[in-house]
């Protein structure tokens, strides 16, 4: 049983990476990833609402008539949403105003409601926060990796450390390629990152 | 699988679904009400300590608001020992390279301008973003100037203003912000006179 | 005056999908063919803006009285839902050409993020109802511009066998997207609101 759950967690990472590899919720991860940091936070919001509406749907999707599933899948998530944007305004509230109304939209983000109607509705409690919990993951990961990259090229910074003491970077006119901090870099950055995600994958399959 | 549809439980569930999560956000928002509004106090607070001198009141308690060209200035003043130390004015302009650029201009009593600070704004990272206090020293050349015989405009048009170097629309943007809060200032807290002259003269002495 | 800025603005200098990153998931998903993305574009623009009219009222004569903005994203996407599902039915009996035109975009509409979106922004900025009804048309004439753009794109890109084996697909379609996004950030500056 307990393997069987890692491996849950562990497809949500890898072979189903919602980001890279099914690219759902493209929206936050191309507009929250400005830096890793605030990558990391959005991937961790969506991870805990993923998590709760997994277990909720799983809980009750039984008791539910079909015709009005979607409906209740809807008031159910927005419920949850709500409630992690209210949390965050009160206790982190710049990460809350960094973030904006990405943190409300993700009760529009594909992968919450994909999860809940095609796992969480067929599957147990426990498999289910188990898959909440992979598949935020590997939306964290995906998001921090970008927020990485952009940042680093963009504003020559590692999780808002300033890169000092490289002669070669002191040497260069301005302090980052700003066009990875601006909108189109973003397309660009993830488009090379899936790149090298699928060349990854396919390496590690022909080598199994 | 999922039960059969009937009328009568479609309008059941969704209604308990509905009055649950209701419930359960009604219970947050009451747990979580004060923690949001005392950001909101400690943020003004905050932006209030970042271009004043030091002080004891609570100013965000202490607002004169002013409508002026299709949005509000806030002005909070700050005291310290029941003296008034200045006033910090939550000022705005709409023409920015990236729109609208929102800072706050603190204010000595004689009119000084003490520090400025920005606290949003869309412009262009790398180029209009030296605005920004921690970016470069543009806004560090208005501290200790006076409008009254500093021209809040660029050198180019005439002014006393250094603009940063490639962002001209950036820095015109940034003075007439400023322009607009001295005004307001000037306008409706300086007049004041007596009381401004009073505490003004007290600063002085302590220099 | 004011309303044209905006409509600019809005359409071309902060354009929801390539500067803004809302419903990015039909952006890359509908945008394979010119005629389909045209119809999910006029899709967009109707449901954009009706909604955006509909929240509007809602948060400012029910909502704000109430004192209940807490429940803002919960009540916003309800409304939303519904009102895709009755302009589908109504547009059904009313008329047809244009449900065949429209109609199989509809469903879709519910999740696009733009929807939702550029309702809550008019909230954050404060907009009147007309503004709001300017700014949500612009940011649906936006959405829909760049989208048929983009889908000429890629019908010209799956013409051409240069493209390298691990880039193909949704990679060089992002690159695409971002040379677009590039090219439409050189409308910033033009308009200042």
Redesign the interface.
Same mark, same amino acid.
């Given at each position: 049983m307990m393997k069987k759950r890692i491996q849950i967690i562990l497809r949500g990472i890898f072979k189903e990476n919602p980001a890279f590899v099914l690219l759902l919720g493209m929206c936050p991860t191309l507009a929250t990833t400005s830096s890793a940091i605030n990558g990391l936070s959005m991937g961790l919001a969506t991870t805990f609402t993923l998590m709760l509406s997994n277990l909720t749907i799983s809980l009750i999707s039984k008791l539910i008539p079909n015709k009005v599933r979607i409906p209740s899948y809807i008031i159910i998530i927005a419920s949850f949403v709500t409630v992690i944007d209210l949390l965050m305004a009160g206790f982190l509230p710049d990460i809350h105003s960094q973030l904006g109304i990405f943190i409300p939209l993700i009760t529009v983000n594909c992968i919450v409601f994909a999860r809940a109607e095609s796992f969480a509705s067929k599957n147990g409690a426990l498999d289910s926060i188990s898959d909440g919990l992979g598949i935020g993951l590997g939306f964290t990961l995906a998001l921090t990796a970008l927020g990485f990259v952009r940042e680093l090229l963009g504003a020559y910074s590692i999780f808002g450390y300033k890169l000092n003491g490289i002669t070669f970077l002191e040497s260069l006119p301005s302090d980052g390629i700003i066009i990875f901090i601006l909108a189109p870099g973003a397309f660009i950055a993830l488009a090379y990152l899936i790149v090298l995600f699928n060349m990854l994958k396919n390496k590690l399959i022909k080598n199994n | 699988m999922a039960k059969e549809s009937s009328f009568k439980n479609m309008v059941i569930t969704l209604l308990v679904i509905t009055l649950i999560s209701s419930a359960l956000l009604g219970g947050v928002y009451e747990l979580t009400k004060d923690a949001i509004a005392a950001v909101k106090i400690r943020k003004i607070n905050n932006g209030i300590s970042n271009v004043l001198p030091a002080f004891d009141n609570n100013p965000s308690e202490n607002v004169h608001k002013k409508f002026i060209d299709g949005d509000t200035v806030y002005v909070y003043t700050a005291t310290k020992d029941e003296k008034i130390v200045g006033s910090a004015v939550q000022t705005f302009t709409n023409t920015g390279y990236g729109g609208k650029i929102v800072m706050m201009v603190g204010f000595l009593t004689n009119g000084e301008i003490n520090k400025i600070d920005v606290i949003s704004h869309s412009e262009t990272p790398g180029l209009g973003d030296k605005i920004e206090p921690k970016k470069t020293d543009f806004n560090v050349q208005f501290n200790g100037k006076n409008p009254k015989d500093y021209k809040l405009a660029i050198r180019k048009e005439g002014g006393d203003v250094d603009a940063m170097s490639g962002s001209t629309v950036s820095s015109k943007a940034f003075c007439d912000a400023v322009a607009r809060a001295y005004k307001v200032f000037r306008e409706d807290i300086m007049k004041d006179q007596g009381k401004w002259d009073d505490v003004s003269g007290a600063t002085q002495q302590k220099k | 005056m004011e309303y044209i800025l905006l409509l600019i603005?809005a359409i071309f200098v902060n354009n929801v999908l390539? @500067?803004?990153? !809302?419903?990015?998931?039909p952006?890359?998903g509908v945008s394979n063919k010119v005629t389909t993305s045209m119809g999910m574009g006029g899709a967009v623009v109707f449901v954009l803006t009706i909604s955006s009219i509909a929240t509007y009222l809602i948060q400012y004569f029910i909502l704000v009285p109430l004192k209940i903005e807490?429940?803002?994203?919960?009540i916003f996407?309800?409304v939303i %839902?519904t009102l895709v599902q009755m302009v589908e039915i109504i547009l059904k009996k009313v008329s047809p050409t244009l449900y065949q035109a429209l109609g199989i975009f509809l469903p879709l509409i519910?999740?696009?993020?733009a929807? !939702?979106?550029i309702a809550? +922004?008019s909230i954050?900025n404060k907009y009147d109802l007309a503004k709001t009804t300017v700014f949500s048309l612009a940011s649906g004439i936006g959405f829909a511009l760049a989208l048929v753009l983009f889908a000429g794109l890629r019908e010209q890109l799956e013409l051409s066998s240069n493209v390298p084996k @691990?880039?193909k697909g949704?990679?060089? %379609?992002?690159?695409v997207?971002?040379?677009l996004?590039?090219a439409f950030?050189g409308f @910033?500056?033009v308009v200042? +609101?």
């Amino acid at each position: 049983m307990m393997k069987k759950r890692i491996q849950i967690i562990l497809r949500g990472i890898f072979k189903e990476n919602p980001a890279f590899v099914l690219l759902l919720g493209m929206c936050p991860t191309l507009a929250t990833t400005s830096s890793a940091i605030n990558g990391l936070s959005m991937g961790l919001a969506t991870t805990f609402t993923l998590m709760l509406s997994n277990l909720t749907i799983s809980l009750i999707s039984k008791l539910i008539p079909n015709k009005v599933r979607i409906p209740s899948y809807i008031i159910i998530i927005a419920s949850f949403v709500t409630v992690i944007d209210l949390l965050m305004a009160g206790f982190l509230p710049d990460i809350h105003s960094q973030l904006g109304i990405f943190i409300p939209l993700i009760t529009v983000n594909c992968i919450v409601f994909a999860r809940a109607e095609s796992f969480a509705s067929k599957n147990g409690a426990l498999d289910s926060i188990s898959d909440g919990l992979g598949i935020g993951l590997g939306f964290t990961l995906a998001l921090t990796a970008l927020g990485f990259v952009r940042e680093l090229l963009g504003a020559y910074s590692i999780f808002g450390y300033k890169l000092n003491g490289i002669t070669f970077l002191e040497s260069l006119p301005s302090d980052g390629i700003i066009i990875f901090i601006l909108a189109p870099g973003a397309f660009i950055a993830l488009a090379y990152l899936i790149v090298l995600f699928n060349m990854l994958k396919n390496k590690l399959i022909k080598n199994n | 699988m999922a039960k059969e549809s009937s009328f009568k439980n479609m309008v059941i569930t969704l209604l308990v679904i509905t009055l649950i999560s209701s419930a359960l956000l009604g219970g947050v928002y009451e747990l979580t009400k004060d923690a949001i509004a005392a950001v909101k106090i400690r943020k003004i607070n905050n932006g209030i300590s970042n271009v004043l001198p030091a002080f004891d009141n609570n100013p965000s308690e202490n607002v004169h608001k002013k409508f002026i060209d299709g949005d509000t200035v806030y002005v909070y003043t700050a005291t310290k020992d029941e003296k008034i130390v200045g006033s910090a004015v939550q000022t705005f302009t709409n023409t920015g390279y990236g729109g609208k650029i929102v800072m706050m201009v603190g204010f000595l009593t004689n009119g000084e301008i003490n520090k400025i600070d920005v606290i949003s704004h869309s412009e262009t990272p790398g180029l209009g973003d030296k605005i920004e206090p921690k970016k470069t020293d543009f806004n560090v050349q208005f501290n200790g100037k006076n409008p009254k015989d500093y021209k809040l405009a660029i050198r180019k048009e005439g002014g006393d203003v250094d603009a940063m170097s490639g962002s001209t629309v950036s820095s015109k943007a940034f003075c007439d912000a400023v322009a607009r809060a001295y005004k307001v200032f000037r306008e409706d807290i300086m007049k004041d006179q007596g009381k401004w002259d009073d505490v003004s003269g007290a600063t002085q002495q302590k220099k | 005056m004011e309303y044209i800025l905006l409509l600019i603005a809005a359409i071309f200098v902060n354009n929801v999908l390539l @500067s803004q990153f !809302l419903g990015i998931c039909p952006f890359l998903g509908v945008s394979n063919k010119v005629t389909t993305s045209m119809g999910m574009g006029g899709a967009v623009v109707f449901v954009l803006t009706i909604s955006s009219i509909a929240t509007y009222l809602i948060q400012y004569f029910i909502l704000v009285p109430l004192k209940i903005e807490y429940m803002q994203t919960i009540i916003f996407i309800l409304v939303i %839902a519904t009102l895709v599902q009755m302009v589908e039915i109504i547009l059904k009996k009313v008329s047809p050409t244009l449900y065949q035109a429209l109609g199989i975009f509809l469903p879709l509409i519910v999740t696009n993020c733009a929807v !939702l979106g550029i309702a809550l +922004l008019s909230i954050q900025n404060k907009y009147d109802l007309a503004k709001t009804t300017v700014f949500s048309l612009a940011s649906g004439i936006g959405f829909a511009l760049a989208l048929v753009l983009f889908a000429g794109l890629r019908e010209q890109l799956e013409l051409s066998s240069n493209v390298p084996k @691990s880039m193909k697909g949704t990679p060089i %379609a992002l690159i695409v997207a971002g040379l677009l996004a590039m090219a439409f950030m050189g409308f @910033s500056g033009v308009v200042k +609101l």
